[in-house]
C-alpha cells in the first residue's frame, strides 16, 4: 500500500509539467548531503540512444567488476525500471525510502516536478547502494536538466535532431547547445551527432571549456563485417575486431561505437578489461527498440517515438521485414512531428490502428486519421492500447507481422497488455 501510495502521489506531480532549470534539485539534494558526489557518473545526453548507450556503458562497468546504477526514463511498465543497480530493478522498499527522503528534503519554492523527484530518488538510491558508478540519462536537452547537477567523468551527446523545440530551440544548432550544455569544464565529450550545425556547436561548447572532444566519423569510426553481424571498431587508441551487440537496427552499430569510445577514454584512467568492454556490449538489452517477442503472429515493438526514430524502423522494416504483410499499432505524443513519422511508417504497412496511451499529452486517434488517410486505406481507430493490441491480434495472419510504436507509452501500456493475453 505505501509503494501504490507513493507512486500515485508521484504521478500526480505531472500536473506541474515540465519545468526546467537547476534550483529545486540542488535545494534538494544539498538537503539530502549531495549524494551525486559519492559516487563517479558518466552523463547521457541526445535525441535518440541514449537509453540503449547508458544500459551499455553500465553493463561494461557491471561486468568489469564496479558496482554500478543506471538512471533511465521513461519506464515501459514498472516504474521501479528507471533506478537499476547491477542491472536490476531496485525493490518496492527502495522506492517507497527514496521518495519519502526526497519529499522530506523538498523545501522549495514551488513544487518540485516529477522528474525532479525521480532524478533526486536516483541519486539516493545509488548512495544508498553505495555504487561506484552511476550512468545517467538526461530527461530533455542538457543544460537545465535536473540531472545536470552532476560532475560527471565522461560527457555523451549520442546525436541531435528535432524535438522539444518549445523548449530547446528551433534550430539543430540551438538544439545542440541545449545537449551540449552537460559538457563540463576538462571533462571528455564523445558523440554521435551528424549534423555540421550539431557537431559545430557541440565542438565549440567543448573547447569554451577545454574539454577534449571526440566524434563518430572523425576521431574513432565502425564497420559491419560483411555477411555476419559482427562489426569492428576503428578507435581512438585501439582496433577492435569481433564486436557484436544483440540490439537490432544499423543505429545501433553506431551508438555501440560511441560507447567504445568512452569506454576508450575510461580506460586511460579506470581499470577496464577488455573482455569486460567485448561482453557488456554483446549482453546488453534495452526493451522496447526494436524488439522482436516470440509470439504467432511475431510482435515488432519499438518505441520510434519522433522523426528519426520513426525513420530508422521504416528502414528496418522495408530492409528486414518487406515479405511480411505488417499491422501497425500507433500512438504519438501531441508534440512530435506526427505527419512526417507517418508519412515514413505508413508506405511499409498493410494495415494502421490508431490508438491513444493514457498519458495528457497523447494526440487524439482522430488527428491522426485524419493524416494518415491519404496514405493508407486499411486504417481503424482503437482508442484504447490494450484493445488496439488485441484487435491486431484477431486481424492479423499467423505468419505476418505487429509492428507497436510511435511511443514509449504506447510500448509500456502493449507490453502490460501482452502480459495477460494469449500470444502464442
Not at 221 to 232: I, K, S, W, Y
Not at 297 to 326: S, T, V, Y
Amino acid at each position: 500500500m505505501k509503494y501504490q501510495q507513493c507512486l500515485t502521489e508521484m504521478y500526480g506531480l505531472r500536473r506541474f509539467g515540465i519545468i526546467l532549470g537547476l534550483d529545486v534539485i540542488r535545494g534538494m539534494l544539498n538537503q539530502m548531503g549531495n549524494p551525486q558526489d559519492q559516487f563517479s557518473t558518466i552523463h547521457v545526453a541526445g535525441t535518440n540512444g541514449k537509453g540503449s548507450i547508458a544500459s551499455a556503458m553500465a553493463n561494461i562497468l557491471y561486468h568489469a567488476g564496479y558496482r554500478v546504477g543506471l538512471y533511465t526514463s521513461p519506464h515501459l511498465v514498472r516504474f521501479n525500471e528507471r533506478i537499476r543497480i547491477n542491472n536490476e530493478e531496485i525493490s518496492n522498499d527502495d522506492v517507497v525510502a527514496a521518495y519519502e527522503a526526497a519529499k522530506t528534503a523538498h523545501q522549495g519554492s514551488r513544487e518540485a516536478t516529477f522528474f525532479e523527484y525521480t532524478t533526486a530518488m536516483a541519486l539516493y538510491a545509488f548512495k544508498k547502494a553505495n555504487v561506484d558508478w552511476a550512468v545517467i540519462e538526461t530527461g530533455m536537452g542538457g543544460r537545465l536538466d535536473a540531472t545536470n547537477i552532476l560532475q560527471s567523468e565522461i560527457s555523451i551527446i549520442s546525436n541531435i535532431s528535432m524535438e522539444h523545440r518549445f523548449y530547446l530551440g528551433s534550430t539543430i544548432s540551438e538544439i545542440a547547445g541545449e545537449k551540449a550544455g552537460i559538457i563540463k569544464a576538462h571533462t571528455p565529450v564523445v558523440t554521435g551527432a551528424r549534423q555540421k550545425a550539431a557537431i559545430d556547436k557541440i565542438r565549440q561548447v567543448a573547447e569554451e571549456k577545454s574539454a577534449p572532444f571526440f566524434r563518430l566519423g572523425e576521431h574513432f569510426r565502425v564497420r559491419r563485417n560483411p555477411g555476419t553481424d559482427d562489426f569492428t571498431y576503428y578507435g581512438i587508441d585501439h582496433v577492435w575486431p569481433g564486436m557484436h551487440t544483440r540490439l537490432t537496427g544499423n543505429h545501433q552499430i553506431e551508438n555501440a561505437a560511441v560507447v567504445l569510445a568512452a569506454c576508450e577514454i575510461l580506460k586511460r584512467k579506470t581499470p577496464i578489461e577488455f573482455a569486460a568492454i567485448k561482453n557488456g556490449v554483446k549482453t546488453n538489452q534495452w526493451r522496447g527498440r526494436l524488439e522482436m517477442l516470440d509470439t504467432v503472429p511475431q510482435i515488432l515493438i519499438d518505441g520510434a517515438h519522433n522523426l528519426m526514430a520513426a525513420r530508422h524502423l521504416a528502414r528496418f522494416l522495408k530492409e528486414q521485414m518487406r515479405d511480411r504483410k505488417i499491422t501497425l499499432v500507433i500512438g504519438i505524443l501531441d508534440d512530435k512531428p506526427y505527419r512526417s513519422m507517418l508519412q515514413s511508417l505508413l508506405p511499409q504497412c498493410h494495415r494502421v490502428i490508431l490508438t491513444r496511451p493514457g498519458i495528457e499529452r497523447s494526440l487524439p486517434p482522430e488527428a491522426l486519421f485524419k493524416a494518415a488517410q491519404p496514405m493508407i486505406d486499411n486504417i481503424e481507430i482503437i482508442p484504447k492500447v490494450a484493445e488496439a493490441v488485441a484487435h491486431a491480434y484477431r486481424v492479423t495472419e499467423s505468419n505476418d507481422l505487429i509492428c507497436i510504436a510511435g511511443s514509449l507509452y504506447v510500448v509500456g501500456e502493449a507490453k502490460e497488455a501482452l502480459a495477460t493475453m494469449k500470444t502464442g
